[in-house]
């Protein structure tokens, strides 16, 4: 069984910067950062394997960078730039398997956290 707790989300001001920490207990191949917004769709952003190989979407590139600390069985997702379209709620979510480099989507991972809201302000 693996448990995910998110942390490090808030209030912050476009342009602002906020790192996010997702505590890990139990075994993750890959993990990964998500968001959701009210009213649309949980949306993918990075996702990271063990030995600390990354993936993002267009929605985290250039901005967003994910980063593992296997020592603290954390992984990290630091955000630079916020914008306003940004808020959401952001999750932690892990699988058992390598990560898949082909496709990145909710229903790759079995494991979530409860999640972390972020809300940025103009």
């Known amino acids: 069984q693996v448990q995910l707790v998110e942390s490090g989300g808030g209030s912050v001001k476009s342009g602002d910067s906020l790192t996010l920490s997702c505590t890990v207990s139990g075994y993750s191949a890959c993990t990964a950062w998500f968001r959701q917004a009210p009213g649309k769709e949980r949306e993918a952003l990075a996702r990271?394997?063990?030995?600390?190989?990354?993936g993002y979407t267009d929605a985290a590139k250039g901005r967003f960078t994910i980063s593992i600390d296997r020592a603290k069985s954390s992984v990290y997702l630091q955000m630079n730039s916020l914008k306003p379209e940004d808020t959401a709620m952001y999750f932690c979510?892990?699988?058992?398997?390598?990560?898949?480099?082909?496709?990145?989507?909710?229903?790759?991972?079995?494991?979530w956290g409860q999640g972390t809201q972020v809300t940025v302000s103009s």
């Open positions: 979510a892990a699988r058992l398997s390598t990560c898949r480099w082909d496709h990145f989507a909710a229903s790759d991972f079995s494991y």
């Open positions: 990271t394997s063990n030995y600390g190989e990354t």
